[in-house]
């Protein structure tokens, strides 16, 4: 049997994990169980975590093949001042160094705030140093992928054209595709038509070629919003956002990659993800 077109997963262990073992190994064994055959493990307020520990994710991922991925700390800022900088750099850098332990291939991160500058200035700022710290990495021999998040609010770095702007600045930097954020975030209840999706993966497509297309990284939820942006995630029955619509287009572009699901609901809805992908896909989900 064909594998699926996407990865189906939670952002951050499934609320469902045992308490033993528990853990970000737990949450692997959950995930396996479940049928989502990738996780985000969420670092978001800080990297704490040993090499034994990080070993054991990789190990245990691995048996299960289950994908694994990290969202590093929120506090990072691209644009951060020149005394803030090296702390959001070593947050960045951590999270990619035990993220690379533990089998990770994708760095997810929120890339800051604009301040009050204007996109190009502020992208002038953070391009290059996004740069150099893929430049660390490499010279370390870590290979993995950073991907800054499209955000929900409109105070934020991390428009559509953002990412793009810096995945095509510098290769090892791709995006990761929050679907709920990018329809949050003009506040008035767009971006969620099939004709509007469709328009982003070709813009997605044109800035990064077709092979980025087949790995896309991607974040589904509910959202709610205001006329700034982002408010909170929602289970997606309690959402505005069109789901049907995004998988559709996703399916029509040939695209692949995983999907990871950080509503409130995670597996919960992650499975639902996963069983509408195969309604529109007509992919086989049985034992996949």
């Given at each position: 049997m064909s594998p699926l077109s996407f990865r189906?997963?939670?952002?951050?262990?499934?609320?469902?994990?045992?308490?033993?073992?528990?853990?970000?190994?737990?949450?692997?064994?959950?995930?396996?169980?479940?049928?989502l055959l990738s996780l985000e493990l969420g670092w978001v307020r800080a990297v704490r975590v040993t090499e034994e520990t990080c070993a054991?994710?990789?190990?245990?991922?691995?048996?299960?093949?289950?994908?694994?991925?990290?969202?590093?700390?929120?506090?990072?800022?691209?644009?951060?001042?020149?005394?803030?900088?090296p702390k959001s750099r070593k947050r960045l850098m951590d999270a990619a160094h035990y993220g690379y332990l533990a089998g990770a291939t994708d760095i997810i991160f929120h890339p800051g705030s604009y301040f009050g500058g204007i996109p190009e200035q502020v992208l002038s700022t953070a391009i290059p140093r996004l740069a150099n710290c893929v430049e660390e990495l490499r010279a370390a021999g870590n290979p993995v992928t950073l991907r800054p998040e499209t955000m929900g609010k409109s105070a934020m770095l991390g428009t559509l054209e953002d990412t793009l702007a810096m995945s095509q600045a510098v290769q090892g930097v791709e995006p990761c595709l929050d679907f709920a954020h990018l329809h949050a975030r003009a506040g008035d209840g767009s971006m969620n038509s099939y004709e509007e999706w469709a328009r982003t993966l070709e813009t997605y497509g044109k800035a990064l070629g077709d092979s980025a297309m087949k790995s896309l990284h991607i974040h589904l939820s509910g959202i709610a919003y205001g006329n700034k942006g982002e408010k909170e995630h929602l289970p997606l029955e309690e959402s505005d956002l069109n789901l049907a619509a995004i998988l559709r287009a996703l399916h029509d572009f040939s695209c692949r990659g995983r999907i990871l699901c950080e509503s409130p609901i995670l597996e919960d809805d992650a499975l639902k993800c996963k069983q509408a992908w195969c309604q529109v896909s007509q992919e086989d989900c049985t034992d996949s």
């Open positions: 189906f997963g939670t952002v951050g262990s499934p609320l469902s994990t045992p308490k033993k073992p528990g853990g970000s190994v737990g949450g692997v064994l959950r995930c396996a169980e479940l049928g054991a994710i990789k190990t245990t991922a691995q048996t299960q093949g289950v994908a694994i991925s990290i969202h590093a700390p929120y506090f990072i800022n691209l644009n951060a001042d020149a005394e803030e900088w």
